[in-house]
């Protein structure tokens, strides 16, 4: 009886193109957030950069060692590269999205490109958009929130340009879909590649969507992560963690906070 249900079931997801071989199974979603560990040096402190809302993000407090940002997404809020002026960083923006800044800052070079993995008109790679003018400098602090196309910009750049970045922020976009099988295991290899020469040092829900279960497990399709270069964690006792940390606020103040389910252990 049972194998005859599935049996009709199968007929049916095939009707509409959808192959359930090709879905997640619980194991294999595991394995990609097991990925999330948390680890802050002892001697680091967190310090909120940006607005109080969405805009805003949680970074390691070295921001005396960093000399440009490069921000790559922009959109209607430069709030986090307004508060980097009052530690004399520098900033560069790229979005393609935007004419221009929504206002002045100082020392802001803006660039009316997306990043892609092509250079064209429109577009820009990551790796040739650092190396037009800082292509030896190795104290940058990234911020990149591109709408998902972040997976390519990090497949796409080679280690030895994502060296020069001491702290990167990554919006992560689309997480729930790692129920598929094919995009699990593309996720996977771009946060493995990342984890090379960064840890992860803060992790934050954006609660601008509600969270989906994935085989049981909550997963937020927005998640902002701060990693800091593994060369600050030599010799180091780590903190212990807490998510939310203190200093997150709401990205979007009229919506309830989410939380982590227990499927999440950001501890090693």
Not at 66 to 78: R, T, V
Not at 117 to 131: C, H, M, S
Not at 158 to 166: A, I
Not at 217 to 222: N, Y
Request: aromatic letters at 12%.
């Amino acid at each position: 009886m049972i194998k005859n249900i599935k049996k009709f079931l199968r007929k049916i997801l095939v009707k509409f193109n959808i192959n359930i071989n090709h879905f997640s199974s619980k194991k294999e979603v595991l394995r990609f957030i097991d990925l999330f560990k948390i680890k802050i040096p002892e001697n680091i402190k967190l310090i909120r950069i940006g607005s109080n809302g969405d805009g805003g993000y949680l970074v390691p407090n070295i921001l005396d060692e960093i000399n440009y940002c490069y921000s790559a997404g922009i959109g209607k809020d430069i709030s986090f590269e307004k508060d980097l002026v009052k530690f004399d960083i520098k900033s560069y923006g790229a979005d393609g999205t935007i004419k221009d800044l929504p206002e002045h800052i100082e020392n802001y070079k803006f660039l009316n490109k997306n990043i892609g993995i092509i250079n064209n008109e429109n577009t820009i790679r990551f790796e040739d958009w650092i190396n037009l003018d800082n292509k030896d400098e190795t104290s940058l602090i990234g911020q990149i929130d591109i709408e998902g196309n972040e997976y390519d910009l990090i497949i796409d750049t080679p280690l030895k340009t994502l060296e020069k970045f001491k702290i990167l922020i990554i919006e992560f976009h689309y997480l729930s879909k790692i129920n598929n099988k094919f995009i699990n295991e593309h996720y996977y290899n771009t946060l493995k590649k990342i984890l090379c020469i960064f840890e992860i040092c803060h992790i934050h829900i954006n609660n601008a969507e509600e969270q989906i279960k994935v085989k049981g497990i909550k997963i937020p399709p927005l998640l902002e992560v701060t990693f800091l270069r593994k060369d600050f964690y030599e010799k180091r006792q780590i903190q212990n963690i807490k998510i939310p940390h203190e200093l997150d606020q709401e990205n979007i103040k009229n919506k309830k906070r989410q939380y982590f389910d227990e499927n999440w252990n950001f501890k090693n």
